[in-house]
């Protein structure tokens, strides 16, 4: 069975760091790119970082420089690294699978939650 | 950055009534569009990609359509099971957006 399960989350202050991983099983995991993407409670879905096969990574304006997506082939996990965390930070955090490489995400994990408060 | 503007967002129905729900590219992204549904506490699912690629298993009452910058979701006979939130999300280019969803509730 293709599945994805996420851990790592809970409650962090404002400023601090957390990181997210992604236990990926029933698919050959080097071959697909991956993605996280994020939640906040009652709002919609906001693409959080990407990683392609070789390594290339992506991220969005909210999230460059502060978090880092990276992925360890070998024991089939992905990861996120997330520093200077904000309120705005606060979400569930999902691990996503790319279909076919830059295309739809077409598996995703239960979502793991990032609570950033004081 | 590609802006989407997704309508309506609350849409009341019926079982058995069809359904269309849109979503709008601050330009154009060619057919690389994809459509989720997610309930309540659980995670997004890939419905229709391509713009109007069916995702293996889901039901064929769910139809995608639309190129460029205007895109439509339909559900042709809505089902107890449909009550949902809706997203549209591009694949065109960094970074993906997703829509702001729209929510099918029971009229």
């Known amino acids: 069975e293709v599945q994805l399960v996420e851990s790592g989350g809970g409650l962090v202050q404002p400023g601090g760091s957390l990181r997210l991983s992604c236990a990926a099983s029933?698919?050959?995991?080097?071959?697909?790119?991956m993605h996280w993407v994020r939640q906040a409670t009652g709002k919609g879905l906001e693409w959080v970082s990407a990683?392609?096969?070789?390594?290339?990574?992506y991220y969005p304006g909210s999230v460059k420089g502060r978090f880092t997506i990276s992925r360890e082939n070998a024991k089939n996990s992905l990861y996120l690294q997330m520093n200077s965390l904000r309120a705005g930070d606060t979400a569930v955090y999902y691990c996503?699978?790319?279909?076919?490489?830059?295309?739809?995400?077409?598996?995703w994990g239960k979502g793991t939650t990032v609570t950033v408060s004081s | 950055v590609i802006w989407m503007t997704q309508s309506p967002s609350l849409l009341s129905a019926s079982t058995g009534d069809r359904v269309t729900i849109s979503c709008r590219m601050s330009?154009?992204?060619?057919?690389?569009l994809a459509w989720y549904q997610q309930k309540p506490g659980k995670a997004p699912e890939l419905l229709i990609y391509?713009?109007?690629t069916l995702q293996s298993g889901v039901p064929s009452r769910f139809s995608g359509s639309g190129s460029g910058t205007d895109f439509t979701l339909t559900i042709s006979c809505l089902q107890s099971e449909d009550f949902a939130t809706y997203y549209c999300?591009?694949?065109?280019?960094?970074?993906?957006?997703f829509g702001q969803g729209t929510k099918v509730e029971i009229k």
């Open positions: 996503a699978r790319d279909l076919y490489g830059s295309g739809p995400m077409d598996v």
């Open positions: 029933g698919f050959t995991f080097s071959s697909y790119d």
């Open positions: 990683i392609g096969t070789a390594g290339d990574t």
């Open positions: 330009q154009g992204i060619s057919s690389y």
């Open positions: 391509a713009a109007s």
């Open positions: 999300q591009q694949y065109y280019s960094f970074p993906r957006t």
